[in-house]
Every structure is written in C-alpha cells, then in structure tokens.
C-alpha cells in the first residue's frame, strides 16, 4: 500500500485541480471567503515580530488556501507539503504573489523545524490532510506542535472528515466528479486488519482517450486514510493546550474546528 503522499505524487496530483472544480480563482475565492468567514484573517496588532503577520498552510497541496491567505493580508505565508508536482502547481500561481512560501517539508515536522515558537498568527490544516497522516499519534502530536507554533492571540483552523462511521453496500461508491473526459469515483474498503483504525480510499479515474473513437481508460489507485472520530479530535486539541472556539459539521462527516491557545 503506497502512502498518501505518494498517492498523490503518483496518481491524484494531476487530476487534483480537476477534481476540485477545476477553476484556480473560484478555488482560491471559496477559500477566500471561508477563511474570512471562520476570521482567519490578520488582526490588529498581529506580527510583532519584524517579519509582520504569519499564516501556515499545513498540506497545502495546490495551494489554493496559500493564495487565499495572502489575499486577506497575511504578510507571510508558509505553505507546507511533501507532493512535488502539487508544490509545482502552487509556484507557478504563486509566482506573482511573493508572500507565499512554497516549502517541500513533512507537516510532522515542519513547525518545529521552520517556525518560531509563538510566532504564527494562522495554522491551518485543511481539505481533510489530518486523515492523511501515518498514525493517530501523528495527528495528535500535530495538534501539539500547532500550540507551541501559535502566537498567543493567533487563530488553528482544522477540516477533516470524521470517516468512524464505515459506510456498507453501494453507499460505499462515493461519485466526485464528472465531466465530459474524465469521471472520478472513490471506493471505500473498511479492512479488518486494523480494526477501525483506518479505511482504504481507492480511487477509480476514467479518462477518455483523444481520437480512439473516444474509448474510456480507467486508472486506479488506492491509500489509507486515517478515522479520527471528532470526540477524539476535540480530546486531543484540549490535551494540546489548545481552546476550540468554534466548529461545524458538514456533509460526508465533514468537520470544521477553529481552535486557539488555551487562556
Ligand atoms: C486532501 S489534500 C489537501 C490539500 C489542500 N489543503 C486543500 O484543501 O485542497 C492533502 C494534502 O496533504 C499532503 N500531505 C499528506 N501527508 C503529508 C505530510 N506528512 N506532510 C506534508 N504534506 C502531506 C498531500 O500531499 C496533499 O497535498
């Protein structure tokens, strides 16, 4: 079973834009506005520090969230991922927007590594990243890391899916997207090995070929995503010193946590 960043680097990367909507500046407006709306913009007396006011986009993938980020004022923003190509895709948006950062790093790590303890007026983690990661463990030293990383007035914005629930039957055939060439489907499996610990995403693409009487060719990759239950999540930010302002629960088990140091 390849890891999720490979799968990405591998096989969702170049469909992933797609996959989205496909249009870059819709993606980065709706993010625009959901940012401003859950007030992750740069406050009033925000960025003490000589660099002005600092965003961190945890799995920025193509960077949409960035590009949103430093349109609502953030003089810095750190956009951290592991995928290549995706990285790729966010410089050449980012290549006029100079207060974005593209950094190939490990979201594990990179706060530790590339971010001054209290110094982050924004941490995002958004677009279900969280599931991505190797283990519960991961997640939750994640949510610690984000603590020492915020300053004290700074805000942690969290969207994952709560995926505890396993879905059964034909149910477990989610469609994503369909076009005219390319359609998109994702298959859940619930294996037994780890228990509730995990769900294997397997995603079927098909494209339809250019000429070839327009025959359909079907790829199809598979990775492993986390199930964090959402009374877990919120244990485990309150272990990490971290208060949840506000939250919001949306379709498909999508969550949504904005969460700050604890007082
Ligand atoms: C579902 S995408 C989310 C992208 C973006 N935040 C969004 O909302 O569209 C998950 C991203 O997390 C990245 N990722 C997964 N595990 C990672 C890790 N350990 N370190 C850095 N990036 C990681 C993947 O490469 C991918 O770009």
Redesign the pocket.
Known sequence: MTT??EH?DRFLAEHYTWM?GGDPTALVAGQRAELAEWGVVPGEGWGGGSGGSLAV?L????G??SLALAELGFDSVLA????RP?LDELAAYAAEVPAVRPVR????TALRELVRPGSADAVVC????LT??PTRGDAAALFGAVATALAPDGTALF?YRDLTVPLTGTDRFLPVRATEDRIMTCFLEYPDDYDDYTVVVHDLIHTRERGDHGNWAMTAHSYRKLRLSHTWVLGQLRAAGLHVVREDAGPGGMRTVAARRAP
């Open positions: 999720a960043v990405y989205l986009d799995g920025c993938g193509p949409y969230g951290v991922d592991l995928s995706l790093a490990d979201v594990r958004l677009g279900d990243t991505h990661l969207g």
